[in-house]
């Protein structure tokens, strides 16, 4: 090989991977940064993120204005996927990083934004869904913020979920909306109550439908040891719970959740006591730069994802 060209590609190979380091995406994606997202969606004001109360719409507001300063482009007109839900107008907020173009391969990145709201018969009524899923959906702004920084092959779709309380039907209607429009969709990875440390240990998650894909097997390749199975997830069924099911519906591809909700690590579920104050934020972070290690090693090496079929 010429020496020139030798140079030039090693540059570039250098250049290339820099993005690909944990240092480097540590660098980014600052714990303060996460504490303070994750404090702005589950503040009283948001009042529980129900949209009957114009919560849900206030936190749509928000995720909005990060995604314009984090220069993620709307898929959508507005960021918004409309859709009707007991007779009133709701919408997911979907970016993308960089260009999206039509004839490109798509990841999507997701985690559903609203929440059940307010009790009115307590003295504190607010469900503040700190955890369920304020964490996911810092996961996916602290996520798409570094991405958006470098150029990529892949459309990357950034896709916060309304109404997924209410029966998945935020991830339903854009699921069937992306379906309709023929968009090349290869895997769904989705963020669902990451804000407790698991009792097994930090820093480790467990994913839905573990044995359905290679998707685990792959993401312990980039960071060993952090998805683990968990039985319980089989057993409830978690797969078909959230809103990464409508796709694989849909698709018949990869569509899974990451979690650390293990039934044990957190007492709040569904509690107006889910609040940042309960939450492990360092833990939160380090998911948080596990996962984006790993997704960017993917689409640097075209990581393909696959079912398991039986």
Same mark, same amino acid.
């Given at each position: 090989m010429?020496?020139?060209?030798? *140079?030039?590609t090693l540059l570039f190979s250098s250049c290339f991977g820099d993005k690909n380091t944990l240092s480097e995406i540590k660098s980014r994606i600052k714990i303060s940064d996460t504490k303070n997202i994750i404090s702005i969606l589950s503040s009283d004001s948001l009042k529980g993120r129900d949209n009957k109360n114009?919560?849900? $719409?206030?936190?749509?507001?928000?995720? *909005?204005?990060? $995604?314009?300063?984090?220069?993620?482009?709307?898929?959508?007109?507005?960021?918004?996927?409309? $859709?009707?839900?007991?007779?009133?107008?709701?919408y997911n907020i979907v970016g993308t990083v960089g260009e999206f173009l039509n004839k490109r391969k798509t990841i999507l990145i997701g985690a559903h934004l609203d929440h059940i709201g307010i009790n009115e018969g307590t003295v504190d009524s607010i469900y503040n869904g700190a955890n369920d899923n304020a964490s996911g959906c810092v996961s996916v702004l602290q996520i798409g913020s570094f991405l958006s920084q470098y150029k990529?092959? +892949?459309? *990357?779709?950034?896709?916060?979920?309304?109404?997924?309380?209410?029966?998945?039907r935020g991830s339903y209607n854009l699921a069937k909306r992306m379906k309709q429009e023929r968009i090349d969709l290869?895997?769904?990875?989705? $963020?669902?109550?990451?804000?407790?440390?698991?009792?097994?240990?930090?820093?480790?998650? +467990?994913?839905?439908?573990y044995e359905m894909s290679n998707l685990a097997q792959e993401i312990n390749k980039v960071v060993p040891g952090f998805v683990t199975f968990f039985s319980k997830s089989k057993e409830f069924n978690l797969f078909q719970r959230s809103d990464n099911y409508p796709f694989y519906k849909e698709f018949n591809i990869p569509s899974q959740t990451l979690s650390s909700f293990d039934f044990e690590n957190y007492n709040y579920y569904h509690h107006v006591n889910d609040e940042l104050d309960y939450l492990n934020i360092k833990n939160l972070n380090d998911i948080i730069t596990s996962s984006t290690l790993f997704i960017s090693n993917f689409l640097n090496k075209k990581t393909k994802i696959n079912l398991i079929t039986n």
């Open positions: 010429n020496i020139y060209l030798l *140079i030039l114009k919560g849900y $719409f206030k936190a749509a507001d928000y995720v *909005i204005s990060y $995604f314009k300063k984090n220069n993620i482009n709307p898929l959508y007109y507005g960021f918004k996927d409309v $859709f009707y839900s007991d007779s009133i107008e709701t990529w092959d +892949y459309n *990357i779709v950034l896709a916060l979920f309304a109404e997924e309380e209410k029966g998945l290869e895997y769904v990875i989705n $963020f669902e109550m990451i804000g407790k440390e698991m009792q097994i240990g930090e820093n480790k998650v +467990y994913l839905t439908g």
